[in-house]
């Protein structure tokens, strides 16, 4: 594999009234699961259903039901860490952690606080500068979602919703190794982009399906590198943590206000309270959210309704031999193979459909034309009609077809474009095409030579001036593609139009 | 460790459990009871002694990742003081 090294990025600085300050963030990622069914019963994951449809009388928490693991749930989560370089826990077990909200029947989630099933990992977070940071993972663990509570429907009740209550999550706590909001952000980006290479989570913030609580501190600048050496906390501030957020933009938003709050605080001469906040988009603030002295009191102790979790290496074994090429790895192969730049891997690499289209048209190809080629004028033209890659009318194998015209030189670049529209809009062979319609190149040079000697003939004011001025040739060369209908080879022309002003 | 009345009162309301004042002298008294039984135990020595999970031995029964319930909004909204429109309806809970 080729070995993608990076520059480390700076650190963000914000200016105090009185002094710079850094950013320490770490992040709480909780990425539901894709399962068909939910982590301790048999109802159905699907989102979008009748409310209360997708429930067990488990999730519901009738008395005297009993929780049974979904063993591909715990695929999934072993699969993730795997894909996180993580060490993975043969043996692992639940905890209760209890609290009470109507959203959650049991009065306590089921969590894995004391013996996670995965352990250490790491992730290389792209900046797209050239920079990278590789943040650690501190661990993750398998626990249920909670329900839905819907505040806007009536003025003096609130109405839930448990279909979601049950649905298994993995929370991802990174260490606090997050230097900026664009760093946080890039996290996220990539967390997500893994885990939907893998297949264990959709990404799809809107619907919640990944959402996160950050942790954000200030520090003076070298606090920070104090805090490395020593692995002691007390070089940073004290972190606030921002509860729930499903929005890149919002996370950046909030972490920017967040510290802001923090440095005016602390050059006022306060001190920071550790607690939960909320990020309010609309009036862009955050605000504390619990009161205090309930925050995390959550007296955890081991679920008597569940043994501990003990799997088989030979089973994680086989997980693991079966993991699909990652995105690091694809990106270093596009970039070594294919000789592509960092930039264009990066974006031919972004999600696991766009890297198979692209490999499939590439297949026996220049590589770095058919990159230009799906980045470019693919993307570009279902980016205008909002569709994703998945729903191109355009075929790799019609777009090769594509590039083949334009490598064997039987089709200009600019007529490539019009050929390339005539595809996408109206299908079938790009060959063909260019046969039936006539959009051959003309390279031979007595069809050029003659509209050429037509366009001198017609214009002996024009051929006196680019005597003098050569540069004006190139008037020339754009009157011959003309005559020709953008079919006249044009290194042929432009040979052609310098030789014969040349006279 | 003992337990005081002002715990007692912290430990009732984490549990959403409503304690008179009156009742919270022979609440206190009542934990206090149960963690001198637990320190009894913790004069046990169980250095390097594996904690006992089941009484046989047993692996932690697994399912198979099926569609296997769901589909009874009745039943799950029948016992719910209030149910509107297919939900449950509960005082406005608002952070």
Redesign the interface.
Known sequence: MLDLTYELPKPKVIAGAKHDWELVIGMEVHAQVSSNAKLFSGASTKFGAEPNSNVAFVDAAMPGMLPVINEYCVEQAVRTGLGLKAEINLWSAFDRKNYFYPDLPQGYQISQLYHPIVGEGEVLVELGDGTARLVRVERIHMEQDAGKSIHDMDPNMSFVDLNRTGVCLMEIVSRPDIRGPEEAAAYIAKLRQIMQYLGTCDGNMQNGNLRADVNVSICRPGQYEKYQETGDFSHLGTRCEIKNMNSMRFIQQAIEVEARRQIAIVEAGGTVDQETRLYDPDKGETRSMRSKEEAHDYRYFPDPDLLPLEIEQAWVDDIAANLPELPDEKKARFINDFGLSDYDASVLTADVESAAFFEETAKGRSGKLAANWVINELFGRLKKEDHSITESPVSPAQLGGIIDLISSDAISGKIAKDLFEIVYTEGGDPAQIVEERGMKQVTDTGAIEAALDEIIAANPAQVEKAKVNPKLAGWFVGQVMKATGGKANPKAVNELVAKKLGE | MSIDQSTAAKVAK?A?IKVEEDALPALADEFNTILGFIEQLNEVDVEGVEPM??VTP????????????????D???ANAP?A????????????
Do not use: H, M, W, Y
């Open positions: 984490l959403r999970t089941s047993q692996r932690l029964k697994r399912r198979v990742d099926e569609v296997t319930d769901g589909n009874q909004q039943k799950i909204l209030d509107r429109e297919g939900f449950f309806a509960v005082p406005k809970v608002v952070e």
